[in-house]
């Protein structure tokens, strides 16, 4: 049994097949309190569900990476519904409608990299405030009221299915895809790990921390304005009140995955591995009649799991380091 393990981490690292091993846990515990839940339709509703998580979480990957944080994308989510959902009712078409919300997405990362490298507010606080004005603004753009939506283009975005699964689930893969390598392959990625990992010492290499860092929430604010457009779709309405919460969870999922909480380490294999595990653990205490108060002390349990997790990762790869320094020394 150990020469088998041994075999497949030659193969899928450790830290990924602990997500893997986890998952299949996780199904196995909840098909047998519902037998309901190992079925190819409740698979894709997981994935559709997990599509919204996942673009934020793409978005989160780059940021915390970076040593960055955004705590806005369920406020700005809702925003972004509710603007395309009226523009589009104003009569707009929805191609025009899109690329100005996307727009509206775009500036919203720009105000929080403003605050975060001008007046030198902590990401944490900077988009807290964030989330709180969009919050508000979604509520005032609507007053208060669902934005139903009847245009057939906009519907169709989340009504339309390609090999049997929703077009939303191709996005998210898609651009999990095109941004994983995006970070892996190219000097941008590189850099990204860079100034998470020592932000002074890449700037002396001569990069721009700032201009990184504002580029980071540029592309956090269109993902998350992408989510949103496909959520109200999918809702046929844009929802001043939805997607309350939704930064811990793709946070959570990004934690997971081994992205690390203090910045320098992480990559997109394990966001998207994090990501289907949270929204299959979400799906099952749905499924099996958790009651919803419940649904919120296991999710904050999960929370603390991944930081856990990530506490203990960073401690062995800071022995590793100091294990390495040591045989280095004594070679000389």
Wanted: charged share 10%.
């Amino acid at each position: 049994m150990k020469n088998i393990w041994q075999k497949v981490k030659r193969f899928i690292p450790g830290d990924k097949l602990i997500l893997i091993v986890a998952l299949i846990i996780v199904v196995a515990i909840f098909t047998s309190l519902n037998g309901n839940y190992f079925s190819w339709t409740n698979f894709v509703n997981i994935l559709v569900a997990a599509s919204l998580i996942g673009l934020v979480a793409i978005g989160h990957t780059y940021l915390i990476i970076a040593g960055q944080n955004d705590l806005s994308p369920g406020s700005v989510a809702a925003f972004t519904g509710v603007l395309c959902a009226t523009l589009v009712g104003m009569g707009l078409p929805f191609v025009i409608a899109a690329l100005i919300t996307l727009a509206a997405g775009a500036a919203v990362g720009i105000f929080n990299s403003w605050m975060v490298n001008k007046i030198k507010i902590e990401a944490f606080i900077a988009t807290l405030v964030t989330q709180f004005v969009f919050r508000g603004f979604a509520y005032i753009l609507c007053d208060g009221r669902p934005v139903s939506i009847t245009n057939s283009a906009y519907i169709s975005i989340g009504a339309t299915r390609i090999l049997s699964i929703p077009l939303s689930v191709w996005i998210m893969l898609i651009l999990i895809l095109i941004f994983g390598l995006i970070l892996a392959k190219t000097k941008f990625g590189r850099s990204v790990y860079a100034i998470g990992g020592n932000k002074d010492a890449a700037r002396l290499a001569g990069l721009n921390p700032q201009r990184i860092v504002t580029i980071l929430f540029v592309m956090m604010g269109i993902v998350t304005a992408l989510g949103g457009i496909v959520f109200s779709s999918r809702m046929h309405s844009g929802q001043p009140a939805a997607n309350v919460n939704l930064e811990f969870d793709a946070i959570t999922a990004v934690v997971l995955g081994g992205v690390s909480f203090t910045g320098g380490v992480g990559d997109m294999v394990g966001t998207i591995l994090g990501v289907i595990l949270i929204q299959a653990f979400n799906t099952g205490l749905i499924m099996v009649n958790v009651p919803s108060f419940w649904q919120y002390v296991a999710r904050g349990a999960l929370l603390l799991f991944a930081l856990t997790s990530d506490y203990i990762r960073k401690t062995n790869r800071e022995k590793a380091l100091l294990e390495a320094s040591k045989k280095a020394l004594a070679s000389k």
